[in-house]
């Protein structure tokens, strides 16, 4: 396995238009993360799944953000009628169960511009 | 709730200078305690790792030791390298509650100068 992976690497859209993000996690891991990060700031916390259920979101997660996982394995999420607050850095994060110490493993990131 | 707290950069040393990033956190829980490290370009890597009090976690020659009795996770390393030149983020997770989502700590740009 290659590690995490996310699609696209970049994305630059117009302010108001609907933009869609991949996940590929590390086969073996049932567990995934969304999180953000802007300049200068640590990652937060957006949302995660355990196999393809939706256990907690943020509050960061406003209605315009939608995040799925279908059958278990790859992830997509979604951001509506974008706003230039929306530009960021958005990471993806898989990790096993089953362990105490919860180490994830990052994949490279989208970088979101919202013109 | 929980918060990771680093010392504010950029840090700028010379190549085989020693490196102290501080890092202090507050839980709500008994955590496991993380450095990050995340090149130019990349995504955030794994540096290194404690699951609690007293442990030292290590790797590439960077050290941490988890001390509860002044919540701190300070990360050292004795000789730096210019290839050592990234942002480093202290992070806390805490197992059976919050589901291992991890909190971070703002970053710490290091630069190493030849």
């Known amino acids: 396995d290659t590690g995490v992976s996310q699609d696209p690497r970049h994305k630059i859209t117009k302010r108001g238009q609907n933009v869609t993000f991949r996940c590929d996690p590390i086969?073996?891991?049932?567990?995934l993360y969304w999180y953000r990060q802007t300049l200068g700031q640590g990652p937060e916390f957006l949302t995660y799944?355990?196999?393809?259920?939706?256990?907690?979101k943020s509050r960061l997660l406003s209605d315009r953000f939608s995040a799925e996982r279908p059958k278990g394995s790859f992830s997509t999420l979604e951001i509506q009628r974008t706003e230039q607050g929306d530009s960021a850095m958005y990471l993806c994060?898989?990790?096993?169960?089953?362990?105490?110490?919860?180490?994830?493993?990052f994949g490279p990131g989208t970088r979101l511009t919202v013109t | 709730g929980d918060s990771v707290t680093q010392m504010e950069g950029p840090v700028t040393l010379s190549e085989e200078a020693f490196l102290t990033i501080n890092c202090t956190y507050t839980?709500?829980?008994?955590?496991?305690l993380f450095w990050y490290v995340q090149y130019p370009g990349e995504g955030l890597q794994l540096l290194l790792k404690?699951?609690?009090?007293?442990d030292k976690g290590s790797n590439k020659g960077f050290e941490a030791t988890y001390r509860k009795e002044t919540t701190s996770f300070h990360l050292e390393k004795g000789s730096v390298q210019v290839s050592d030149s990234a942002v480093y983020f202290c992070?806390?997770?805490?197992?059976?509650?919050?589901?291992?989502?991890?909190?971070f700590g703002d970053g710490t740009t290091l630069t190493v100068k030849p």
């Open positions: 994060a898989s990790s096993e169960t089953g362990t105490t110490t919860y180490e994830q493993y």
């Open positions: 086969s073996e891991h049932n567990r």
């Open positions: 799944f355990q196999n393809e259920a939706q256990l907690e």
């Open positions: 839980a709500t829980g008994y955590p496991s």
């Open positions: 404690a699951t609690k009090a007293d």
């Open positions: 992070a806390l997770s805490i197992a059976n509650t919050n589901a291992g989502k991890s909190t």
